[in-house]
């Protein structure tokens, strides 16, 4: 019996930013805002067959370790970024059928203006555009779009699926047939067929309909990563994929069917949701090899601990300079990242600094054979649908290792595809 395939996708870590900067095989620094790294990236991922790559976003120069900005500036630590948005038509030239998915926060755009960029988008691609619909979790970036603080955790999923409702349903305000292009009749779209979706909800309101026709896909791919339970409710009932952490197998069995009984419970068919689950390989020409270069960033973060207790600090919004290092931490509460915050609780910050150097709690390490395999069977036992790929620091090293190395052997296994069987993104996905 063949194995099941799954589906692959990247998760540009620390979005459109500077990349292994400091590190070997980084290549110019002095260019990381041009899209070239991107680019080579998008093309890579797409001979590699991946479904699509996510572009990670957040808005703000963060300044939650030690009240000051200063060591995220100094390790380029969550910050500088550009706009994702811009990246999209780059890496949608330089390939044909990869899937491509801005991140775009639900506290920051207004309903119509992210409706009609992601629809845009989706029309200037062909089809091969997602929106990663996130709520935002910085005070600091609460602030600078006139905001004290961020609304409470829960709060923020009530406007989102607000901001989803309108976002959807302007992108079904013109039916599928609206335009005619009729020039012997003069009729360019049919206004029968274009509609005004008048909603009016506890935080926003809209008229419509959007100043633009369907979109390729009729609506663009919907990604989200929900962790905690107000967001995984949130994500089964509007996502088509949704990308999570989990520390082992057994989390990953068991987000996934949680995620599939509420999209039942929702009247969902949960085999249109893909979840795909994080992952970060580092593969070599020997076990040894590959080890050896684990060590070595293990080792990095030990010697740099204040650069990932300031991203800890960042995600949770709670500043980790004012613990022990060393010392066990007491139950935290957040408004930032719950689902992180949680897993924080009898840990020191130490320990924790330094398993983000494995940057997920399963080691894919080794050579590509051992790495194929350990996935190959956490997929079987997990029942699906995939990973998704990442390294904060990725050079084009890095990625060839991944693309040319990793991704052959589980080709060869018959455990991911080998080419595009659709024109659209969202039918790719939904393949299998």
Known sequence: MSP????????????????????????????????????????????????????????????????????????????????????????AMATKHLGIVPTLSTSEYPPFLLARLVNSLDHVTEGRVGWNMVTGSNDGGAQNYGMERHHAHDDRYDRADEVAEIVTQLWESWEPDAVVLDREGAVFADGRKVHPIDYRGKFFSCRGPLNAPRSPQGRPVLCQAGGSPRGQRFAARWADTIITNAGSVEAMKSYRETVRRQAIADGRDPDRIKVLFLAYPIVDVSMEAARMRRDREVQDAAENLEMNLAMMSRMSGIDFSKFDPDEPLPELTTNGHQSSV???????????????????????????????????????????????????????????????????????????????????????????
């Not at 590190?23 to 002095?30: L, R, Y």
């Not at 395999?373 to 990725?394: K, P």
Request: with cysteine; aromatic share 14%.
């Open 342 to 432: 949680a897993k924080y609780t009898g840990r020191t910050p130490r320990a924790i600094a330094l398993g983000l150097a494995t940057k997920s709690g399963i080691d894919y390490t080794g050579t590509v054979d051992h790495v194929a395999g350990m996935m190959a069977e956490i997929m079987q036992e997990v029942g699906g649908d995939g990973f998704l790929l990442f390294n904060g620091d990725f050079t084009r090293r890095y990625v060839a290792e991944i693309t040319d190395g990793l991704v052959p052997e589980l080709q060869r296994r018959g455990l991911v595809k080998k080419g595009y069987a659709h024109r659209s993104f969202r039918d790719n996905l939904m393949e299998f």
């Open 4 to 91: 099941r395939p799954f589906h692959l996708a990247w998760f540009l870590s620390r979005g459109y930013g500077p990349k292994a900067w400091r590190h070997d095989w980084g290549g110019d620094a002095s260019r990381w805002m041009m899209p070239d790294l991107f680019v080579d990236l998008a093309r890579s991922m797409e001979r590699a067959c991946f479904d699509y790559l996510i572009i990670e976003d957040s808005c703000n120069v963060p300044y939650t370790y030690q009240g000051s900005h200063d060591t995220y500036l100094k390790y380029a630590a969550a910050t500088p970024k550009l706009d994702p948005a811009v990246l999209v038509p780059y890496l």
